[in-house]
């Protein structure tokens, strides 16, 4: 995978990888492993950029939520 293109979030796991976050916050055995983080991606999420907009903006995000 490249993380040198994508989001912003790539780039965070780049660092915490990089800078040895895990090690410092009290998680030394993930330090060093190939694929660190687990995602849920039944998570929906936001992206609000500097003007304080929210995206998607139109509703798109229904297609992912789960009908009751």
């Known amino acids: 995978m490249n993380?040198?293109?994508g989001t912003e979030d790539m780039e965070l796991c780049s660092?915490?990888?990089r800078d040895g976050i895990f090690?410092?916050?009290g998680w030394?055995?993930?330090e060093g492993k190939k694929n660190p983080?687990?995602?849920d991606t039944?998570?929906?999420c936001f992206h609000i950029d500097w003007?304080?907009?929210k995206y998607?903006?139109?509703g798109e995000q229904m297609r992912f939520v789960r009908k009751k």
């Open 3 to 5: 993380t040198q293109t």
């Open 15 to 17: 660092r915490i990888m």
């Open 23 to 25: 090690k410092k916050a």
């Open 28 to 30: 030394p055995e993930y």
């Open 37 to 39: 983080f687990l995602i």
């Open 42 to 44: 039944r998570l929906f």
């Open 51 to 53: 003007n304080g907009d």
């Open 56 to 58: 998607p903006l139109f």
